[in-house]
């Protein structure tokens, strides 16, 4: 790209203004009746040329390195009409999975992403967060809100007439504790609370005047107050000297907001990290590139003293024009607190299926442990340790090209539960849209599953029952020695929790008590 970037025109949005080579990109997202030129422009009115455009008073500071700098941003006018916070976060997120014309890549393919966001735009973000979050867990992601109405803002009350007269619906959300306004309150609190993206990191600021301020009249309300602005990462941090509007236009290295902004940056973003050797096109999956068409799940106790192994074989197909390294990033929970001591009793592999085996090489990009507390197993709170991993494939998956493999899990001692009187769980679950799910899991030689322990739950990843009535139920085989559920077509819902409650019990000891 140029060495000197240029400013957009007004209304152009969802354009690099800078892109490099570092894995890290600041996407810089606009507020409600603005753009990407107007909201971050400071116009000094008796000397243009000393204006000042945030982007570039960033990408001119070395305290930053050298990221690469997004413009995102959204439809948004008067007479947007039905155009709501759904329709912009849809809008942007399309937009940071696009090649550009250039043939520059997606921001989606970096791995570390910046958010800064200008009041609305905070709202479009946390609402993109919230509903795509299966595209950001292996990111490292930073939340920068900026006089950000998380609440609601008593101006967008004054301005219902107008918001009424066009059916301005993105204003009309804007209203001080409106009904979509609480909703997405309470699914962000959930998502940070049970960090469903870990690597999610933020900050909150708001303005210290109303836009009308005079230096000896108090102001006595403000566009965003700090019990709007401050909900998610602590206590908001007051912009000295500036009102919602200037406190994204920054005039100097020394404005509030800036320095806000390099603080944030030097804390959880200044080290580079090990760049990748390939940075691919676009995402994987709903958000890599990657269809997934089948997923297979195999289940093996192996003896009562409770060691396992778990096998997971995925079927992939490349659905894009460009080369794929990265596969589909997963994770999966066992019973065990403590995630050090997961870590040392087992064994993660991940190998090719089939006869391209000869052909492809498949490796964990990444296996991380991290202890949970979840309740999506019955609704109770317990301690789980989830394993994640992103396999890499070399060489590249072609475009068109299908590709099947296995990730293995070997474990010692994790599943002796299931062979206790209260009995254990399994089941799976996928973030990614497929029309094809198996599920099995065996017991051990001399063992069988207990018939009256068998008990299906579908929930979500916070615990709250899902209802799908038509969902197939897992079912015994092989003389109850095996529990078999396979889902097909419309049956898969994505993120939704497939849980059995299970017992496995001696054949000898069961058959002497009459079960």
Known sequence: MNSVPTIPPAGQN???????????????????????RSCWLHVDRHDGRKNVYWPELVRTDRRFGDPSIFLGGYYTAVDAGPYEVKDCAAELFSAMNRVDEHGIPAVMSKRRIVFVCHSTGGIVVRYLLESQYAAFREKQVGLVLMASPSYGSALADRLQWLTKFYYQQLGAQLEWGSWSLRDLDTRFKTLVSERRIP??????????????????????????????AGRYFGAPIQLRGTDHFSAVKPDGLRHPSHEVLVDFWSKHFATEGPKPDHIPARPAGEAYGLELIALDH????????????MEIDYTVRNGTQFGVNLLLPDWTSFFVGDAEDLRRRSRVEVRVLGKVSNLFTVTLEQCSYASIRTSKVDGVAVDLTRIRWHPRVEPALGAGETLKYALVITTTGTEKAAFSEKGSAAGFATPYSTTQVSFRAE?????????????????????????LPSSPQPALADQDRAIVWSLTGDAVTPNVQYIARLRIVNERASSDSGL
């Open 199 to 228: 690597g999610l990191v933020g900050v909150e600021a708001y303005e210290n005047h109303f836009i009308f301020h005079r230096t000896w009249l108090p102001d006595r309300r403000l566009v965003v107050t700090a019990e709007s």
């Open 298 to 309: 195999r289940h093996q106790y192996l003896n009562d003293d409770g060691d396992f192994r």
């Open 443 to 467: 017991a051990p030689k001399g063992h069988r599953f207990d018939p009256g322990v068998l008990v299906p739950s579908l929930r979500t990843e916070g615990g709250s029952p899902v209802a």
């Open 14 to 36: 969802n354009i690099w203004y800078q892109y490099t080579s570092s894995s890290a990109a600041l996407v810089f997202v606009h507020g409600i009746l603005s753009d990407s």
